[in-house]
């Protein structure tokens, strides 16, 4: 049972590093010029997703020596995640209220949208880790 909950939780690990290189890959092959406005808030987003990321290895690191750490490393990842939610959307929201081409806007909420989803991913290992913990801990 818990060779299975750890590479479950490395499978969780892998969709966040896939998730990363499908946004570069997507910026690069599709050219994407990200509008001056945006772009502040964009560059936030890509943060706060790659801080999620760092804080899953970090309760990854410290899964089986500490599960004190572990867990507090699991709480920055939520808070992370949650404010990329609302950084995502008021993003999104940002997109549609501007004069942009209706092409561009769809690239542009598609591209939010990813760069989003890197930290949902994060969240989803930290789960992972978060049962590993319970687990461990009875």
Known sequence: ESRGDVLSLVEGVDKVANQADR?????????????????????????????CSHAVLAAMDKLFSDFS????????????????????ADLTE????????????LLLRDLIHDVAQISDRAQNAADRIRVIVAKRSF
């Open 94 to 105: 940002e997109v549609f209220m501007n004069n942009f081409e209706g092409f561009q806007k």
């Open 69 to 88: 750490a572990a867990t507090e490393a699991i709480g920055k990842v939520d808070q992370l995640e949650s404010n990329a939610d609302h950084l995502e």
């Open 23 to 51: 946004v570069v890959w997507k910026m690069k092959t599709q050219k994407m010029v990200i509008p001056l406005p945006l772009q502040p808030a964009l560059v936030k987003l890509s943060k706060i997703s790659g801080e």
